[in-house]
């Protein structure tokens, strides 16, 4: 009996110093990393945005359910949905919600939300930073050969959003006229926002 | 009777010589901290609080100085691979030329882990705990387009030219000034993070540039060094300046109005976690993340009462 329990114990012991030393990844997930590693930060914004971005979008919050929590209790809303890199008290989320044009030019859009605790603006024009990039939760640093790749790759990101939603899609949609988004947003947990700017990576007409 | 008595000085004989010999042996393990410079404030804080960590989790730590100078911190490697040291927490000089320092202390299995300036390459170093200069230099820029109403010309002083943290500064910067045609660079040259190269080139390009609205400067001793060629040329107040770091002298300038805006970095926070994954990895732990940002912050009039020097105030 004595020797069963050795024997087992001993398995455990083995099975978890294996676990430690290997670990299994995607085979799909181990090709991007691959991917990223050899081409440049532009190719990786591109096919980043024709391939993957759609099926991240699905994962985007409620944009007056993510106001809700983000007034009752912001530390359960970045510990559920939260992404960030590094140390850093900025959180990034995907929201989703609409909102209206009001005029042709204008910086910004405002997201229609009832009663909200804070303001929520679609960005029309400047788009920098890495919200976009982060809020997708789908790079990870360490598959760029180094920082600068990585922030190549926000800058990148972010000149395919000024192209593609705040220039192309925006300009489909007449002013008076409302939208569907989804988008990234990025908070302080230790110093809530009132006016929170939203990154827009998809806009679609109200019909 | 005689016999437990024998017994009992036979086992208090065996309690005192094992304490005797496990003094003699316990020594406690040695962790290196090599710093690029301690001829800049920044640094030493970074390195005294890097040893200060080790020493509070058990080890032995020494500061060696590489005095900006490549040649010096291989001499640094080279004593301490053959010295025992059981870690490196290192602040490289270089991007491209420490490597060949990591990669034989990497040889000699001793783990190395990079603080606050990156080296170009992901598999020598165990873990790289850097500051965010990008999104930092993001935040600067977007303040730097708010106070100049996205109009106006200014000039930009870079650090040294083959450090990363140099571009990812300047580059986060203009990810966000380029968007905006109004604002227009006149120069940009290297003041190779020193306060008073900074300055020479300072009163170079205001001579060249004197209309200028601003100047970007990638580290605070560079802000300061620009500050005093503008107070010689006699346009205090009417230069806007920028700098990176949250230096005491600049967190003090930002409260007088004569520097604009800085970054603040952590370097504590950076070094302490340096140091904790280096005894993680002593004891055992094998996976880190190999970079780990740092975030950075604004600090500007409307918020330096909340920052000291580099960190926040209690």
């Known amino acids: 009996m004595k020797k069963w329990i050795v024997i087992s114990a001993a398995f455990v012991l083995a099975v978890a110093a294996l676990y430690e030393s290997i670990y299994f990844e995607r085979l799909d997930a181990k090709n991007a990393k691959e991917m990223i590693r050899k081409v440049s930060p532009k190719e990786t914004a591109e096919y980043f945005w024709k391939n993957e971005l759609d099926g991240i979008l699905e994962t985007a919050i409620d944009l007056k359910s993510f106001d809700s929590v983000l007034a009752a209790n912001p530390r359960a809303l970045v510990q559920r949905y939260g992404k960030a890199v590094g140390i850093t008290s900025n959180y990034c989320f995907l929201v989703k919600g609409t909102a ?36 997708t939760g789908y790079f990870d640093i360490d598959d760029f050969r ?61 019909r | 009777m005689k016999l437990l008595l024998s017994l009992l000085l036979t086992i208090t004989s065996i309690i005192i010589l094992s304490s005797c010999s496990s003094n003699k042996t316990e020594s406690k393990e040695k962790i290196a901290v090599v710093i690029s410079t301690l001829n800049n404030p920044w640094f030493v804080v970074l390195g005294d609080a890097a040893k ?53 202390a990497k040889e000699a299995d001793i783990p190395v882990f990079c603080m606050d300036r990156e080296i170009d390459a992901n598999d020598l170093a165990i873990s790289q705990i850097l500051s965010d200069n990008y999104s930092g230099c993001v935040l600067l820029g977007q303040d730097f387009v708010k106070k100049l109403s996205g109009k106006g010309t200014y000039v930009e002083l870079l650090g040294i030219v083959g450090d990363n943290n140099t571009w990812n500064r300047s580059r986060g910067f203009h ?51 620009a500050y005093q060629a ?13 700098g990176f770091d949250g230096a005491a002298d600049v967190i003090t300038a ?61």
């Open chain 1, 100 to 135: 209206t044009r009001i005029v042709r030019e204008a910086e910004r859009i405002p997201a229609v939300i009832t009663n909200g605790h804070a303001n929520y603006q679609l960005v029309a024009r400047h788009i920098y930073g890495n919200t976009a990039r982060d809020a």
């Open chain 1, 146 to 206: 180094n920082t600068m790749d990585f922030n190549t790759l926000a800058t990148e990101l972010n000149a395919i959003i000024v192209k593609e939603v705040a220039g192309r899609a925006l300009n489909a949609i007449s002013p008076g006229a409302s939208m569907h988004f989804i988008g990234a947003v990025e908070i302080n947990a230790d110093n809530i926002p009132t006016e929170i700017a939203i990154v827009p990576l998809k806009l679609e007409a109200v």
């Open chain 2, 52 to 104: 200060q960590r080790a020493e509070e989790l058990g080890y032995d730590a020494v500061i060696f100085d590489s005095q900006n100078n490549p040649s010096k911190e291989t001499e640094h490697f080279d004593n301490i691979i053959t010295s025992g040291y059981k870690a490196i927490l290192f602040n490289p000089t270089d991007a491209k030329g420490s490597l060949a320092n990591v990669k034989a």
């Open chain 2, 175 to 225: 990810s966000v000034v380029d968007g905006y045609p109004g604002l227009r660079m006149e120069a940009q040259q290297t003041g190779e993070f020193d306060r008073n190269k900074a300055m020479e080139v300072m009163e170079s390009m205001l001579q060249a540039h004197p209309k200028i609205n601003a100047v970007f400067c990638g580290n605070d001793a560079m802000a300061m060094g």
């Open chain 2, 230 to 242: 503008v107070l010689a040329a006699g346009k205090a107040g009417k230069i806007l300046i920028y």
């Open chain 2, 254 to 314: 930002i409260r007088e109005g004569k520097i604009e805006a800085t970054g603040m970095q952590f370097p504590r926070t950076m070094a302490q976690t340096a140091a904790e994954y280096a005894g993680k990895y002593i004891q055992g732990e094998r996976r880190f993340q190999k970079k780990v940002p740092v975030a950075v912050e604004l600090v500007t009039k409307e918020n330096v009462g909340n920052y000291v020097s580099y960190g926040k105030s209690k």
